[in-house]
């Protein structure tokens, strides 16, 4: 599955990786469940849980997976500029839907 990175959502299987390409300053929020995330060259997983927000740092291959049932929203860097924005549910943006 190709993930368009200018939409603010996404969804999959826990079953399947998750690939986004070339995906710097591209945060990934998640909205409720657990998610894995790893980046090409960065020596560290990360365990994302609901809440919990991580901007990709680096250009290259990052993939993230579904550890169970979660939604989660991929930001451009110009829509994680204001958190309280974001968090309080812009109804001009597109809602989180299940990532699976």
């Known amino acids: 599955m190709k993930v368009d990175l200018q ?3 996404t969804r999959s299987t826990p079953a399947i990786p998750l690939p986004l390409s070339d995906a710097q300053g591209v945060a ?3 909205m409720w469940g657990k998610v894995w995330l790893t980046q090409e060259g960065d020596i560290e997983d990360h ?3 609901a809440g919990d927000t991580k901007r990709v740092d680096r250009n290259g291959l ?3 997976q579904a550890l169970d049932e979660a939604a989660v929203s ?3 860097e110009s829509e ?3 958190p309280k924005r974001v968090a309080s549910g812009d109804s001009q943006r597109t809602p989180p ?3 699976y």
């Open 7 to 9: 939409s603010a959502s």
């Open 80 to 82: 994680t500029e204001s």
């Open 74 to 76: 991929i930001l451009r």
């Open 97 to 99: 839907v299940p990532y």
């Open 47 to 49: 365990v994302l849980h």
């Open 62 to 64: 990052t993939l993230m």
């Open 28 to 30: 990934v929020m998640v």
